[in-house]
């Protein structure tokens, strides 16, 4: 498995300008690209971006779908320059099999996730759908600073090398996580029992 992880000063319509060029990329090398939104709100969004209307072959999978549509997206998601954008529910347990001798010879499918899982389990579930049974693939993050400020991340991240981009994408996700369970035990402490 191969990993890149990509990061952008920009605002929501860069944003979708960067995604759209990181699918056009792939695309050019023939290879498959499954793009991961946050929600169906995100996902619709970028779809009805003037950035996406220039993509060829892009298929939705998104809860709203039918089980038949659904299954037919799946199934050709991991084919030689298919688009997919799909919501983060289907990051989780969703399998993009590779029968496509072509995709295998370029590296694979190739998966962008472009949004900071709140849960680091979620980031590890949608990397691992790329290279699915030990074949080739590769996994990017694509996102908008708007996004990482919210978790008070400052855009000198920019800067840094990747491991430490890393290791700053972690130290704020993880300082989510301990004032939401801080929250939590708190809301526990002062909310009035019923006898």
């Known amino acids: 498995l191969e990993f890149r992880r990509v990061l952008f000063r920009s605002e929501e319509k860069d944003h979708h300008l960067n995604i759209a060029g990181s699918i056009r990329l792939q695309v050019s090398a023939k290879r498959a690209v499954i793009v991961f939104f946050e929600n169906s709100t995100k996902l619709r969004d970028f779809l009805d971006s003037s950035h996406c209307r220039g993509l060829a072959d892009v298929n939705v999978l998104q809860e709203t779908v039918d089980e038949r549509e659904r299954d037919r997206v799946i199934r050709k998601a991991a084919t030689s320059s298919q688009v997919t954008l799909a919501t983060a529910v289907f990051g989780r347990g969703t399998d993009f099999f590779c029968h496509d001798p072509e995709l295998k010879e370029v590296g694979g499918v190739h998966v962008i996730q ?46 840094l090398a990747p491991a430490d981009q890393c290791g700053m994408l972690e130290a704020a996700r993880t300082a989510h996580q301990k004032d939401v369970r801080h929250k939590v035990n708190k809301d526990r402490v002062n909310c009035p029992t019923q006898d």
């Open 114 to 159: 472009t949004f900071l899982s709140l849960d680091k389990a979620e980031e590890v579930q949608i990397k691992g759908r790329t290279a699915r049974q030990g074949e080739d693939g590769s996994y990017a993050m694509v996102l908008s600073m708007g996004d990482l400020e919210a978790f008070g991340i400052s855009r000198n991240i920019c800067a």
